[in-house]
């Protein structure tokens, strides 16, 4: 059973755009909600995360939007660049993390 | 470099033969993790240790599939008569156990099984 559905699947932007990708989670257990970024032939590395009693976090172009009630989270990418072209996931933590599904994002020159 | 390194990187192997894959953690992080990440899918959790002990097993982690970290540093995957859904990338990462989020992955061991 997907426990993190993320949306949507793929995503293209031009430079300077604000690419948003989003989450819903179904375990209220989980305690923290990370996002990775993955380029090809490399693993995932930790961009920013954010704890369920905070609505919102932001290091330097990324920000993450966080609305416990309807158990979703976004992730917004600011001015971005092509060199933030990559696959993003959202995951969600207990003591594992369950990730997303993905979402390959283009950015434009 | 004092990151997670994994080894091989590339291995490929006929169905039915075993394989072993290695992961060294960043040595200040008592635990490690093994996921599994096919093509267009995000990890998923196999197995974590902290230090020595094995705490909790994925249902997707078969019999046929075994890890050990024996002396809480190193990790071993060991994958028994492999089948060609084996085919994936086993990732290995590492964090501290008081912040088991913020996990560093290492670059992943990619089997073909043939």
């Known amino acids: 059973q997907q426990q993190v559905k993320q949306s949507p699947q793929s995503l293209i932007v031009q430079k300077g755009g604000i690419p948003i990708i989003n989450c819903a989670y179904e375990?209220?257990?989980?305690?923290?909600f990370p996002w990775y970024q993955q380029f090809p032939g490399k693993g995932p590395a930790l961009l920013i995360a954010?704890?369920?009693?905070?609505s919102e976090k932001k290091e330097g172009r990324f920000t993450i939007s966080f609305n416990k009630s309807a158990k979703q989270f976004s992730l917004h990418i600011m001015d971005s660049q092509p060199g933030d072209s990559a696959t993003y996931f959202c995951?969600?933590?207990?003591?594992?993390?369950?990730f997303g599904e993905g979402t390959q994002l283009t950015v434009n020159p | 470099d004092t990151g997670v390194s994994q080894d091989p990187r590339h291995k490929i192997t006929k169905r039915g033969q075993n394989v072993t894959f290695r992961c060294d953690p960043i040595?200040?992080?008592?635990?490690l993790y093994w996921y599994r990440q096919t093509l267009g899918q995000g990890p998923e959790f196999l197995t974590y240790?902290?230090?020595?002990?094995?705490?909790?097993k994925s249902r997707l982690l078969s019999d046929r599939f075994s890890a050990e970290r024996p002396k809480g540093s190193f990790s071993t995957l060991e994958i028994q008569r492999t089948e060609q859904g084996d085919s994936a990338m086993y990732l290995c990462?590492?964090?501290?156990?008081?912040?088991?989020?913020?996990?560093?992955f290492g670059p992943g061991t990619r089997l073909t099984v043939t």
């Open positions: 990462a590492s964090s501290l156990a008081t912040s088991p989020y913020e996990q560093y």
């Open positions: 375990n209220t257990a989980f305690d923290y």
């Open positions: 954010i704890r369920p009693d905070v």
């Open positions: 240790f902290q230090n020595e002990a094995q705490l909790e």
């Open positions: 040595s200040e992080h008592n635990r």
């Open positions: 995951a969600a933590s207990g003591s594992r993390l369950t």
